[in-house]
């Protein structure tokens, strides 16, 4: 049994200690905002905060996250009101299929909350989660977009 805080909330679950967080988050929380791409932490749509820091949840073992506050999609937004990068993904119609997106925020405010007003180079060095639709000229107008508000 493993005691895990997500979105301010704590849940006590079930699994085995290398148990990676993702699973824990979709099938013992049962948040599933955060998805499964590629399992091996390139594609970063299990892209989640752990204690601030955006992280792969597909590479993290439920051992690993115990007394750290995790935060996904589902908890990024305040007091019911979407968070700016989540507005700016609205506003500029970001998502085709939408499925890698949820990771792509995550990612994003974790780079707005290090760099309020990050370049183009800085977006480029930061976002490396993968959009098989090519979304990224949206994804670079609504990170700027973002960034201004």
Known sequence: M????????????????DTPLLWAIRENVGLTGTKYGCGIGQCGACTV?????????????????TGKKITTIEGLAAAGTV????????DHDVPQCGYCQSGMI????????????????????????????????????????????
């Not at 493993?2 to 200690?17: C, F, H, I, S, W």
Request: glycine share 4%; aromatic share 4%.
């Open 2 to 17: 493993a005691r895990l805080t997500v979105n301010g909330k704590n849940y006590d679950v079930d699994v085995e200690a």
């Open 106 to 149: 995550m990612a994003v405010a974790d780079l707005l909350k290090k760099k309020p007003k990050p370049t183009d180079a800085d977006i480029d060095e930061a976002i490396k989660n993968i959009c098989r639709c090519g979304t990224f000229q949206e994804v670079r107008a609504a990170i700027h977009a973002a960034a201004n508000a």
């Open 83 to 90: 968070h700016k990068v989540q507005k700016a993904w609205i």
């Open 49 to 65: 905060h752990i204690d601030g820091v955006a992280t792969r949840s597909c590479s993290v073992r439920v051992s690993q996250v």
